[in-house]
């Protein structure tokens, strides 16, 4: 079998992918000062994100945060500030592991959903109906999940961080001996402006990632049953890569915004 | 049914005109390095049906594909209705596929929606009454004998039955053009007759200009030599022999290029060694 991989043709492809991708992006968020907007659409994923996410998003929050307080109990009593995690539960799981946690579980099953079915709707010529019927599905399809995706990620995160920090004050309480009202009290009072905004900000960037990439590789499904299971696999993959690195540009850049170091 | 005359986009050449319903001018179209539709000229009349005929892999399905703006091709021009399709943007093509409808090989019906919702869907996208929805739905399931099939979803359908929804989701708004995919594709003898009497019924009782893609011969002369008598609710033959006017005409593609275009009786009669071994298969 004669091998045809040429360097100049795959840089050109890819290229050209995350210029598809840019334009998906862009038209996900322009769709919303044009009509016809899908409130209904939007509604129906909505409920879909939300409420089907919710119990694992708030499970997966809930042990992080015990196995956070687990983890940090051991080194903190060798110094004997011991009492301090509730601080650290706290900035830990709201600033950095409540949004991503929610969104590496959204990212998970979301991405993958949205690629399977759009990629299936691809490749039996549903998206070329659509289109020949006069609707644009970008606008039908694409804007509602984007927008439901950043808006019920949003509120899972919120609820995220409350079963994280009830997670740790299980343990703090129950396993530690702490005292469960001065572990809330000092997880309250150490959160700062900074800390709660960059924690809600972060969820809008990652719901944003999850449905685009979800929605971008499932409009490019090629390849019958096939190309979709490849599109999905690749949808989940690449939202979880992206929300990890992403994270990093997002932590310094609001850093540098709030003056927080 | 037509309902207004669209004003003439095209320049150059001016070999469009209002008796037009789509032009192809020297249209030219690769994927990757394989030459499927090479120069294709052709032009579709208001009132008329034609069937492109070729073997697998000549275009057949890539020419509606076209003609809808779906895609776009290397070089050439396409209009529909007087509008160039060629050079329209996305956003202006969603206004003139209204006006155009198109039924698709496996009939791509949306398989979340039940019946009704594919075939109204059209309706529900420009926020019709329900009401208004409902009643219109009806009466073109009635005219794809369907009616009973309203709260049912695509995959509790059959081959044939699903086509007739797709045919009725078609052709709902009453567009002025109609694309054909292989539309008895995979079907058995009886339920392509029922789907091809169809045509001939839209064809007679709305005078829809048609380009119908198909594998099948018989189809197409069925088409050529029957015409739909609304007083029995059937299509009838034309006496035996006679290819009456009934603007249908033939399209035949070989090697990405257009070599027979004419009537029934032509083609019939062609003395082209290619065209009689096509027909005697």
């Known amino acids: 079998m004669e091998l045809t991989f040429s360097p100049t043709e795959f840089a050109k492809s890819k290229v050209l992918a995350v210029q598809e991708y840019s334009l998906l992006a862009w038209q996900s968020i322009s769709n919303l000062v044009r009509h016809p907007r899908y409130v209904a659409d939007m509604l129906q994923q909505a409920d879909i994100i939300g409420f089907g996410f919710l119990p694992i998003v708030l499970a997966a929050c809930f042990f992080t945060g015990a196995a956070l307080a687990l983890n940090s109990a051991a080194s903190l009593s060798r110094f004997g500030a011991i009492n301090v995690i509730g601080q650290l539960v706290s900035v830990g799981i709201v600033r950095e592991l409540g949004p991503v946690l929610a969104g590496l579980v959204v990212a998970g099953r979301n991405s993958s959903g949205m690629a399977s079915e759009l990629g299936s709707m691809v490749v039996t010529e549903q998206i070329d109906a659509m289109r020949a019927l006069g609707t644009d599905p970008t606008k039908k399809l694409v804007t509602p999940r984007v927008i439901s995706t950043i808006i019920m990620l949003f509120f899972l995160t919120i609820l995220g961080d409350l079963m994280g920090l009830l997670g740790g004050g299980v343990v703090a309480s129950a396993l530690l001996g702490l005292d469960y009202n001065a572990y809330w009290s000092s997880a309250w009072q150490t959160l700062v402006y900074s800390d709660v905004f960059m924690g809600l900000t972060k969820p809008l960037v990652f719901g944003f990632i999850i449905a685009t990439i979800g929605c971008y590789f499932g409009l490019s499904a090629k390849g019958g049953t096939q190309g979709v299971g490849r599109a999905t696999t690749e949808a989940v993959v690449a939202a979880m890569i992206l929300i990890i690195v992403v994270d990093v540009f997002v932590t310094r850049l609001l850093m540098l915004l709030l003056s927080s170091y | ?281």
């Not at chain 2, 703006?69 to 969603?94: C, H, N, Q, W, Y």
């Not at chain 2, 003139?96 to 009704?116: C, I, P, T, W, Y």
């Open chain 2, 1 to 281: 049914m037509p309902s207004s005359t669209q004003p003439l986009v095209g320049t150059g050449a001016s070999l469009v005109s209002g008796q037009d319903a789509i032009v192809f001018e020297d249209v030219v179209l690769s994927f990757e390095k394989n030459l499927v539709l090479d120069g294709i000229s052709f032009r579709l009349a208001r009132g008329e049906t034609k069937a492109i005929f070729g073997i697998s892999g000549t275009g057949k399905s890539t020419i509606l594909k076209l003609a809808m703006g779906l895609i776009k091709p290397d070089s050439g021009r396409i209009f529909v209705l007087g509008s160039e399709v060629t050079a329209m943007k996305e956003e202006e093509l969603f206004e003139l596929r209204r006006k155009l409808g198109m039924v698709f090989q496996e009939s791509a019906l949306f398989d979340s929606l039940n019946v009704e919702e594919n075939v109204g869907f059209r309706l529900m996208e420009e926020h019709l009454p329900y009401a208004e929805i409902h009643q219109r739905v009806l009466e073109v399931l009635r005219f794809v004998e369907l009616e009973h099939t309203f709260k049912m979803f695509p995959s509790e359908l059959s081959g044939g039955m699903r086509r007739r929804v797709a045919i009725a989701r078609a052709i709902i708004t009453q567009p002025e053009v109609l694309l054909y995919d292989s539309p008895t594709g995979g079907l058995d003898p009886v339920t392509s007759t029922t789907i091809v009497e169809l045509l001939v019924k839209q064809r007679d009782v709305y005078k829809t200009s048609a380009l119908l893609v198909t594998h099948r011969l018989q189809d197409a002369f069925i088409m050529a030599t029957h015409t739909f008598n609304s007083q029995t609710n059937h299509m009838e033959p034309l006496p035996e022999g006679k290819y009456r006017n009934l603007h249908t005409n033939f399209l035949l593609l070989r090697d990405a290029k257009i070599i027979f275009e004419g009537n029934a009786s032509e083609l019939v009669y062609s003395q082209d060694e290619y065209i009689k071994e096509y027909l005697s298969q």
